[in-house]
């Protein structure tokens, strides 16, 4: 979109939900609008007050405006990092898009694997902040500025937002009051995420999160659709029964979508639609789920958010269980004790993770408890590749925030590293996929606000309670048979399917195949230990995913 001038363009992915409060502002300050879209409101938010502009926008977004006045090309990625945007910049010249798919259209870009940014993939599972897969190639991390001139071709990146500090020191905290700005920030962050020209759907499971979006979208409109993914045959997979239980309780518009069985051939496809691989074999029933849902509606509200923002995770308490009963142990005893099990124990022991971890000192850093390949493992897997770099372990350190609360510490790595690399990324792929919207009424940015700048420790997460805060909300707004215990993940039996049948013919086939980049022998050991009933199906998947990835896309070491 140009504006009136000629002098502004802008392209724009995403969503502004408080645009008509822009425009209101704006129009009593004299800009005039010859639509009603919100993509008009950014370019007149920059003419006013110019890159100063993204503090006052609530929403998802990803955005290039270009200023034919100043000579400038200004990207923005919003706070959380819910919409995509890569970069490739050499010799003065600036390329930039939604999708690393779009800038790798051009053949004559190099196609080259990033050595540290694929070591930080095979230990974390993702590729973290500015880093790329491909060298030369950066994302623009969430919260983050890119300004380019044109007469210079340089460029400078900066956040324009972040986490606020948590402004309480003490633990008399008046709940009532906490539990009262919560439901109002909620409700207000679900009405403006139900603003849309087009029908707009809640994937309800079942669980805390996307209950109270249930319940908060019923105050916001008369007419609600809710929709739930059955898995039938997976048992607990099969969250219907839940899900039923809130729609039945406030009286929404409910469809059962019963999800087919995964075929094998869906992998490729996934990893094409991507960009950078990742490990998280849940993006299959997301795409699933996406599949079905668009069918029905072409915008859909989901609970994503609410792990990471009121301590929902299961290893908030273990972490906190670990500060407690293990800081008595000296650090060199279990220092030692991290690297026997490391030595000692096979890939895919259970528990194997959480004893690595037991060496840092969790006063003030984090293990790396998801860890997928220790760097022991990551040698051996990449044998034919001498020299390479084992950098995962000290990118991690790198970006555990500074903070004496482990909570605090915990949740804040996880908003910034695995809810914007995994979490959102899943998401908003497979969404985009089947061309359904996804918005994330957690995520807005004064509820972000108030998650981590207001609401303490032990209002989130202790040694045996999880989202705490967020189930005494349940009870003023769910109904009291709603169970809220449960901690269900988004998974597939992918230990099942990898057993026999198609997805083990495809590992099989890929893994084994004479130009796979992976160590024969290691790849052989994981495999063995899978079928011994050890938890490798998720590394296996690891490495499968970034095989097709890098089949797909011509991708060189």
Sequence with gaps: MHDATGSLSIVFNGEIYNFGDLRDELTAKGHGFRSHSDTEVILAAYREWGTACLGRFNGMFAFALYDARQQTLFLARDRAGEKPLFYYQVGGELRFASELKALLADPALPRKIAPESLDCYLAMGYVPGERCMLQGFNKLPPAHVLLFDLQTGQSKVWRYWQLPDLAVADTEQDETALLNELETLLEDAVRRQMVADVPVGVLLSGGVDSSLVTAMAVRASSQVQTFTIGFPGYGKLDETEHARLIARHFGTRHTELMAEEATADLLPRLARQFDEPMVDSSMIPTFLVSQLVRQHCTVALGGDGGDELFGGYGHYSRLQWMQRRLGLIPRPLRKGIALTAEKLLPVGFKGRNWLQGLGVDLDNGLPLIA?????????????????????????????????????????????????????????????????????????????????????????????????????????????????RQRKQGFSIPLAKWLASGPFRELFNEVLRDPHCRFDAGTVDSLLCGQDKGRSNSERLFALVLFELWRREYGVTF
Excluded: C
């Design 371 to 483: 860890s997928y390949f220790d760097a022991m493992t990551r040698k051996r897997l990449l044998a034919g590749q001498p020299g390479w770099p084992l950098a995962a372990e000290s990118v991690f350190k790198s970006r555990v925030p500074a903070n004496h609360d482990l909570l605090q510490r915990a949740t804040r790595m996880d908003f910034a590293n695995y809810l914007a690399e995994d979490i959102l990324v899943k998401v908003d792929r497979a969404s985009m996929l089947n061309s359904l919207e996804v918005r994330a009424p957690l995520l807005d940015y004064r509820l972000i606000e108030f998650a981590f700048g207001k609401v303490p420790s032990q209002l989130k997460a202790t040694q045996t309670d999880k989202k705490i805060l967020l189930k005494r909300l349940t009870m003023r707004l769910l109904p009291p048979e709603f169970d």
